[in-house]
């Protein structure tokens, strides 16, 4: 699959480094802004004390 | 010239097991934002609207809820100080310890079934020992003479630690009028309990903290003259 991608994206070996790590970057930012908290507002609800 | 490595064959067990990395990377990234992001962020958010909450009945700053049993979950009465934890250190307290209301949003929560600030029996509050603002991270620090102050429309109440204990989830009665496991606990006694998770990370156990009713001075009567140092 990755390695897949890599052989797909332009360039050479210095570009396809840097364009794997911009991609891994976008991917982590709609994680962290996105994807997180959402799923943070969506876990189990537990009416005892918790953690 | 070096023999080229023919590219590996994609299979589909290859795939799976490409996925499945990828899994657990994003489950370890969930840690590391809630750790490193989520929970210093919220943090910080608790604190700063905390600051916003003021006594009094103004309708152009956030105030607390007059104490009532008709009180709903995640509304706000009062403000918990607690010195050990940091000279800024406050924290809003909400109704209710249910923690899509409460406990990940407010920070501290009041639970439903025991007593107000000052009254007879026990007020207790719960909060996150980790994540969401963990606002009880430092609990295990409280020590003989700390003082932790309740703040609510009315009223300063100051608490005067008394006990730490590590309980079971299930042993509730550490929360009741009378405090079971609390040395010299006795009915018509004056007590706060704080409680939060034990050890940090997990909810195994839980950390119990007794305090009890020292003073109590009417809003207008100014803060306690050992919270002076706070800037309002």
């Given at each position: 699959m990755y390695s897949a991608l890599f052989r797909k994206l332009p360039g050479g070996k210095f570009a396809k480094t840097v364009q794997l790590v911009l991609l891994a970057m976008i991917v982590i930012s709609i994680l962290f802004f996105l994807v997180f908290p959402a799923v943070d507002a969506l876990i189990s609800e537990d009416p005892s004390i918790n953690g | 010239?070096?023999?080229r490595v023919a590219p590996l064959k994609t299979t589909r067990l290859s795939i799976l097991g490409e996925i499945l990395i990828t899994a657990g990377m994003v489950v370890m990234l969930y840690a590391v934002w809630q750790i490193f992001i989520n929970d210093p962020l919220v943090s910080n958010q608790q604190e700063q609207t905390s600051k916003t909450y003021v006594q009094g009945t103004s309708s152009s700053v956030d105030?607390?809820?007059?104490?009532?049993?008709?009180?709903?979950?995640?509304?706000?009465?009062?403000?918990?100080y607690i010195p050990?934890?940091?000279?800024?250190?406050?924290?809003?307290?909400?109704?209710?310890?249910?923690?899509?209301?409460?406990?990940?949003?407010?920070?501290?929560?009041?639970?439903?079934?025991?007593?107000?600030?000052?009254?007879?029996?026990?007020?207790?509050?719960?909060?996150?020992?980790?994540?969401?603002?963990?606002?009880?991270?430092?609990?295990?620090?409280?020590?003989?003479?700390?003082?932790?102050?309740?703040?609510t429309n009315d009223n300063w109440f100051t608490y005067k630690y008394l006990q730490t204990a590590i309980v079971d989830p299930s042993e509730i009665d550490v929360i009741s009028k009378v405090?079971?496991?609390?040395?010299?606990?006795?009915?018509?006694?004056?007590?706060?309990?704080?409680?939060?998770?034990?050890?940090?990370?997990t909810n195994r156990q839980r950390i119990i903290v007794w305090l009890e009713l020292i003073g109590q001075q009417p809003a207008s009567e100014g803060k306690p003259t050992a919270l002076e140092y706070l800037q309002r």
């Open positions: - | 010239m070096g023999k105030k607390f809820e007059p104490i009532s049993k008709k009180l709903k979950q995640g509304h706000v009465f009062g403000k918990i050990r934890f940091g000279k800024s250190y406050e924290r809003l307290i909400g109704q209710g310890t249910f923690q899509k209301i409460t406990l990940n949003k407010i920070g501290p929560g009041h639970y439903l079934s025991s007593q107000w600030p000052g009254e007879e029996g026990n007020f207790a509050v719960a909060a996150h020992r980790t994540s969401h603002g963990a606002p009880f991270n430092k609990i295990d620090t409280l020590t003989a003479g700390d003082l932790v102050f309740v703040e405090p079971k496991r609390l040395n010299g606990a006795h009915p018509g006694g004056k007590y706060m309990t704080l409680t939060s998770c034990h050890p940090k990370w």
